[in-house]
Protein backbone atom coordinates (compact mmCIF):
# COMPACT_ATOMS: atom_id res chain seq x y z
CA UNK A 1 0.00 0.00 0.00
CA UNK A 2 1.38 3.66 -1.40
CA UNK A 3 -1.37 5.45 0.14
CA UNK A 4 -1.99 6.79 3.54
CA UNK A 5 -5.39 5.66 5.31
CA UNK A 6 -7.77 8.06 7.40
CA UNK A 7 -8.75 5.31 9.36
CA UNK A 8 -7.50 7.24 12.38
CA UNK A 9 -9.07 10.30 11.35
CA UNK A 10 -12.34 9.52 10.92
CA UNK A 11 -13.90 11.02 13.73
CA UNK A 12 -12.73 14.22 13.53
CA UNK A 13 -12.53 14.41 9.57
CA UNK A 14 -15.84 16.33 8.82
CA UNK A 15 -15.27 19.01 11.44
CA UNK A 16 -12.14 19.43 10.30
CA UNK A 17 -12.97 20.07 6.70
CA UNK A 18 -15.41 22.30 6.69
CA UNK A 19 -16.36 24.75 4.06
CA UNK A 20 -18.79 27.62 2.88
CA UNK A 21 -21.97 25.93 1.97
CA UNK A 22 -23.39 28.41 -0.72
CA UNK A 23 -19.47 28.55 -2.50
CA UNK A 24 -19.77 24.75 -2.46
CA UNK A 25 -23.24 24.80 -3.82
CA UNK A 26 -22.38 27.48 -6.69
CA UNK A 27 -18.93 25.36 -7.28
CA UNK A 28 -21.50 21.96 -7.78
CA UNK A 29 -23.92 23.96 -9.73
CA UNK A 30 -21.14 25.04 -11.69
CA UNK A 31 -20.41 21.51 -12.24
CA UNK A 32 -23.66 20.44 -12.96
CA UNK A 33 -23.93 23.27 -15.80
CA UNK A 34 -20.90 22.38 -17.24
CA UNK A 35 -21.16 18.51 -17.66
CA UNK A 36 -24.95 18.35 -17.23
CA UNK A 37 -25.58 14.47 -15.57
CA UNK A 38 -27.58 13.48 -18.91
CA UNK A 39 -23.97 13.65 -20.60
CA UNK A 40 -21.80 12.93 -17.88
CA UNK A 41 -24.32 10.49 -15.81
CA UNK A 42 -21.39 8.27 -14.37
CA UNK A 43 -18.70 10.03 -11.74
CA UNK A 44 -15.82 8.31 -9.95
CA UNK A 45 -14.67 10.28 -6.91
CA UNK A 46 -10.98 8.65 -5.31
CA UNK A 47 -10.67 8.97 -1.95
CA UNK A 48 -14.48 9.19 -1.21
CA UNK A 49 -13.90 9.31 2.39
CA UNK A 50 -17.45 10.07 4.30
CA UNK A 51 -19.20 11.14 1.18
CA UNK A 52 -18.60 14.96 1.68
CA UNK A 53 -18.58 15.33 -2.05
CA UNK A 54 -20.09 12.26 -3.37
CA UNK A 55 -23.47 12.44 -1.69
CA UNK A 56 -24.16 16.36 -3.13
CA UNK A 57 -22.81 15.17 -6.53
CA UNK A 58 -25.40 12.14 -6.48
CA UNK A 59 -28.32 14.30 -5.26
CA UNK A 60 -27.44 16.61 -8.53
CA UNK A 61 -27.87 13.51 -10.63
CA UNK A 62 -24.76 11.83 -11.15
CA UNK A 63 -24.48 8.37 -10.67
CA UNK A 64 -21.10 8.38 -8.50
CA UNK A 65 -18.73 5.37 -7.62
CA UNK A 66 -16.26 5.66 -5.30
CA UNK A 67 -13.07 3.93 -3.68
CA UNK A 68 -10.91 4.57 -0.56
CA UNK A 69 -8.72 2.79 1.68
CA UNK A 70 -10.29 3.46 4.80
CA UNK A 71 -12.87 0.96 5.94
CA UNK A 72 -13.48 3.37 8.76
CA UNK A 73 -14.27 6.09 6.25
CA UNK A 74 -16.78 4.00 4.70
CA UNK A 75 -18.12 2.89 7.23
CA UNK A 76 -19.34 6.57 8.08
CA UNK A 77 -20.34 6.94 4.31
CA UNK A 78 -22.53 4.12 4.89
CA UNK A 79 -24.21 5.28 7.77
CA UNK A 80 -24.99 8.85 6.02
CA UNK A 81 -25.99 7.13 3.25
CA UNK A 82 -28.55 5.14 5.11
CA UNK A 83 -29.83 8.43 6.35
CA UNK A 84 -30.45 10.09 3.28
CA UNK A 85 -34.15 10.20 1.50
CA UNK A 86 -33.93 8.97 -1.00
CA UNK A 87 -30.77 7.70 -1.14
CA UNK A 88 -28.52 9.01 -4.17
CA UNK A 89 -27.13 7.27 -6.32
CA UNK A 90 -23.58 6.11 -4.82
CA UNK A 91 -21.60 2.70 -4.89
CA UNK A 92 -18.25 2.34 -3.23
CA UNK A 93 -15.51 -0.34 -2.68
CA UNK A 94 -11.82 -0.49 -0.79
CA UNK A 95 -10.04 0.48 -3.58
CA UNK A 96 -5.87 2.08 -4.02
CA UNK A 97 -5.92 4.92 -6.93
CA UNK A 98 -2.73 3.38 -7.77
CA UNK A 99 -4.27 0.17 -8.98
CA UNK A 100 -7.88 1.04 -9.66
CA UNK A 101 -10.37 -2.16 -10.43
CA UNK A 102 -12.05 -0.60 -13.28
CA UNK A 103 -11.68 -1.22 -16.88
CA UNK A 104 -10.87 1.56 -19.45
CA UNK A 105 -12.95 4.56 -19.79
CA UNK A 106 -15.31 2.95 -17.06
CA UNK A 107 -16.37 6.58 -16.20
CA UNK A 108 -17.56 9.48 -18.04
CA UNK A 109 -15.64 12.15 -14.90
CA UNK A 110 -13.64 11.59 -12.18
CA UNK A 111 -13.80 14.31 -9.29
CA UNK A 112 -11.01 14.32 -6.91
CA UNK A 113 -10.18 16.14 -3.80
CA UNK A 114 -7.54 16.84 -2.28
CA UNK A 115 -5.90 13.12 -2.94
CA UNK A 116 -2.60 13.19 -4.57
CA UNK A 117 -1.27 14.92 -1.44
CA UNK A 118 -1.60 11.54 0.35
CA UNK A 119 -0.26 9.04 -2.27
CA UNK A 120 3.37 8.29 -2.50
CA UNK A 121 3.03 6.78 -6.60
CA UNK A 122 0.67 9.51 -7.38
CA UNK A 123 2.17 9.80 -10.59
CA UNK A 124 1.03 6.01 -11.03
CA UNK A 125 -2.86 7.09 -9.37
CA UNK A 126 -2.99 10.36 -12.12
CA UNK A 127 -2.22 7.53 -14.81
CA UNK A 128 -4.66 4.80 -13.00
CA UNK A 129 -7.59 8.12 -13.08
CA UNK A 130 -6.62 9.12 -16.89
CA UNK A 131 -7.18 5.01 -18.09
CA UNK A 132 -10.80 4.77 -15.73
CA UNK A 133 -11.94 8.09 -17.54
CA UNK A 134 -13.43 9.05 -20.47
CA UNK A 135 -14.56 12.90 -20.08
CA UNK A 136 -13.03 15.06 -17.68
CA UNK A 137 -11.12 14.77 -14.57
CA UNK A 138 -12.03 17.64 -12.02
CA UNK A 139 -9.55 18.52 -9.41
CA UNK A 140 -11.50 20.25 -6.32
CA UNK A 141 -10.09 22.01 -3.90
CA UNK A 142 -12.36 22.93 -0.81
CA UNK A 143 -10.58 25.10 1.34
CA UNK A 144 -8.23 25.00 4.52
CA UNK A 145 -11.37 23.99 6.66
CA UNK A 146 -11.06 24.75 10.71
CA UNK A 147 -6.91 24.82 9.90
CA UNK A 148 -5.07 28.30 10.55
CA UNK A 149 -1.64 28.16 8.04
CA UNK A 150 0.65 30.11 10.52
CA UNK A 151 -0.03 28.10 13.18
CA UNK A 152 0.37 24.05 11.23
CA UNK A 153 3.92 25.56 10.03
CA UNK A 154 4.75 26.55 13.26
CA UNK A 155 3.94 22.93 14.52
CA UNK A 156 6.12 21.40 11.58
CA UNK A 157 9.01 23.91 12.77
CA UNK A 158 8.66 23.15 16.12
CA UNK A 159 8.70 19.13 15.48
CA UNK A 160 12.06 19.57 13.32
CA UNK A 161 13.27 21.26 16.75
CA UNK A 162 12.69 18.48 18.60
CA UNK A 163 14.12 16.34 16.01
CA UNK A 164 11.07 14.81 14.57
CA UNK A 165 11.38 16.39 10.38
CA UNK A 166 7.77 15.54 9.01
CA UNK A 167 7.58 14.02 5.76
CA UNK A 168 5.36 15.22 2.61
CA UNK A 169 3.33 11.86 1.58
CA UNK A 170 2.54 12.34 -1.88
CA UNK A 171 2.75 15.33 -4.03
CA UNK A 172 3.62 18.70 -2.27
CA UNK A 173 1.50 20.61 -4.43
CA UNK A 174 -1.77 21.21 -6.94
CA UNK A 175 1.01 22.77 -9.88
CA UNK A 176 3.06 19.61 -9.74
CA UNK A 177 0.11 17.61 -10.59
CA UNK A 178 -0.84 20.37 -13.69
CA UNK A 179 2.37 20.11 -14.87
CA UNK A 180 2.47 16.08 -15.34
CA UNK A 181 -1.05 16.32 -16.93
CA UNK A 182 0.56 18.50 -19.13
CA UNK A 183 3.39 16.12 -19.92
CA UNK A 184 0.78 13.82 -20.22
CA UNK A 185 -0.69 15.84 -23.24
CA UNK A 186 -3.57 17.18 -21.43
CA UNK A 187 -5.01 20.75 -20.57
CA UNK A 188 -5.95 22.28 -17.77
CA UNK A 189 -8.04 24.80 -17.42
CA UNK A 190 -8.18 26.33 -13.52
CA UNK A 191 -11.53 27.77 -12.10
CA UNK A 192 -10.35 30.55 -8.99
CA UNK A 193 -11.32 34.03 -7.78
CA UNK A 194 -15.44 32.68 -7.42
CA UNK A 195 -16.47 30.90 -4.68
CA UNK A 196 -14.77 32.82 -2.02
CA UNK A 197 -15.06 33.51 2.09
CA UNK A 198 -13.28 34.39 4.82
CA UNK A 199 -13.32 31.70 7.81
CA UNK A 200 -12.62 33.17 10.88
CA UNK A 201 -11.04 30.85 13.12
CA UNK A 202 -10.32 30.39 17.09
CA UNK A 203 -6.74 29.34 17.85
CA UNK A 204 -7.67 27.71 20.75
CA UNK A 205 -10.30 25.07 17.92
CA UNK A 206 -7.52 24.88 15.75
CA UNK A 207 -4.83 23.66 18.40
CA UNK A 208 -7.58 21.62 19.60
CA UNK A 209 -7.50 19.60 16.14
CA UNK A 210 -3.99 19.77 16.10
CA UNK A 211 -3.53 18.21 19.46
CA UNK A 212 -6.28 15.84 18.76
CA UNK A 213 -4.32 15.01 15.85
CA UNK A 214 -6.92 15.46 13.55
CA UNK A 215 -4.68 15.97 10.21
CA UNK A 216 -2.25 13.88 8.60
CA UNK A 217 0.52 15.66 8.85
CA UNK A 218 0.45 15.04 12.87
CA UNK A 219 -0.29 11.21 12.67
CA UNK A 220 3.45 9.69 12.54
CA UNK A 221 4.87 12.32 15.09
CA UNK A 222 5.90 10.80 17.73
CA UNK A 223 4.36 11.05 21.37
CA UNK A 224 6.91 12.97 23.21
CA UNK A 225 8.01 14.99 20.40
CA UNK A 226 3.90 15.58 19.50
CA UNK A 227 3.20 16.08 23.32
CA UNK A 228 6.37 18.78 23.72
CA UNK A 229 5.22 20.71 20.50
CA UNK A 230 2.04 20.93 21.76
CA UNK A 231 3.21 22.21 25.11
CA UNK A 232 5.67 25.32 23.55
CA UNK A 233 2.36 25.86 21.01
CA UNK A 234 0.54 26.79 23.89
CA UNK A 235 2.99 28.84 25.31
CA UNK A 236 3.68 30.74 22.35
CA UNK A 237 0.03 32.01 21.45
CA UNK A 238 -3.04 33.34 22.95
CA UNK A 239 -5.67 31.37 22.33
CA UNK A 240 -7.95 33.43 22.67
CA UNK A 241 -7.45 35.09 19.73
CA UNK A 242 -9.51 34.51 16.43
CA UNK A 243 -8.54 34.66 12.84
CA UNK A 244 -9.57 35.54 9.76
CA UNK A 245 -8.20 32.95 6.69
CA UNK A 246 -9.18 34.03 3.46
CA UNK A 247 -10.41 30.91 1.40
CA UNK A 248 -11.92 29.66 -2.00
CA UNK A 249 -13.55 26.77 -3.62
CA UNK A 250 -11.51 26.29 -7.17
CA UNK A 251 -11.43 23.97 -9.87
CA UNK A 252 -9.02 22.56 -12.40
CA UNK A 253 -10.58 20.78 -15.48
CA UNK A 254 -8.49 18.70 -16.88
CA UNK A 255 -9.66 17.62 -20.52
CA UNK A 256 -7.59 16.27 -23.52
CA UNK A 257 -9.88 17.85 -25.90
CA UNK A 258 -13.78 19.80 -26.67
CA UNK A 259 -16.42 17.23 -26.75
Known amino acids: MTSLSFDGLVELYDETRTFDGDCFNAALDYLVKRFPPADYPSVYEPGIGTGRIAIPLGQRGYRVTGGDISENMLAVLENRLAGCEPRPDITYLAADTTDLPFPDSAFDMT ?53 YAIGVIGVGATAEVVDYLTCLGRRAERIDERWKWTARIRLETALSHIRDRGYSFTEATPEAVHSAVMTELEREFDLSTTVEVPNQIYLVIVSREQR
Open 111 to 163: VVVHHFYFIREWKQAVREILRVTDGPVVLMHTGTGQEIPFLNDRYRQLCETFG
